[in-house]
Nanobody, 123 residues
Framework: QVQLVESGGGSVQAGGSLRLSCVASGTIFKINTMGWYRQAPGKQRELVAA???????AYQDSVNGRFTVSRDNAKNMVYLQMNSLKPEDTAAYYCNTAVIIGGRLYRNDNDYWGQGTQVSVSS
C-alpha cells in the first residue's frame, strides 16, 4: 500500500524559511523520482521541484535559487528547504512522483496523494 505523509508547513513572514518533509511507504519511493507539488486556492496543482533517486534535481523557475529539494533513500524521506519565502508561495504542498527530462520538470503523479501541508507567507 502506498502512503505519502507531508509535514513541516506553517505560517511565516516574507523572507522566512520552512523545511517540509515527506515520508513515503511502499515501493513508490524506491523506484521513482520524487517531486513537490503545490496548490494555491483557486489554482491548479503545480510541480515546483523534483529529485531523482540518484540526486539529480530540477526546479520551477519561480522557486529556483530559493528552494532546495533533497532525499534520504534509507529513510524513504524527501525534503523541501524553502528560503526567502514570498506571499505567492502560499499553498498546500504535496509530495508525489515526478519526472526530470533534460533538466526540466514533468508531472508524473498518481492517485496516492497525501493530506498535504499548508504553507502561509504573509507580507
Amino acid at each position: 500500500q502506498v502512503q505519502l505523509v507531508e509535514s513541516g508547513g506553517g505560517s511565516v513572514q516574507a523572507g522566512g524559511s520552512l523545511r517540509l518533509s515527506c515520508v513515503a511507504s511502499g515501493t513508490i519511493f524506491k523506484i521513482n523520482t520524487m517531486g513537490w507539488y503545490r496548490q494555491a486556492p483557486g489554482k491548479q496543482r503545480e510541480l515546483v521541484a523534483a529529485i531523482t533517486r540518484g540526486g539529480i534535481t530540477a526546479y520551477q523557475d519561480s522557486v529556483n535559487g530559493r528552494f532546495t529539494v533533497s532525499r534520504d533513500n534509507a529513510k524513504n524521506m524527501v525534503y523541501l528547504q524553502m528560503n526567502s519565502l514570498k506571499p505567492e508561495d502560499t499553498a498546500a504542498y504535496y509530495c508525489n512522483t515526478a519526472v526530470i527530462i533534460g533538466g526540466r520538470l514533468y508531472r508524473n503523479d498518481n492517485d496516492y496523494w497525501g493530506q498535504g501541508t499548508q504553507v502561509s507567507v504573509s507580507s
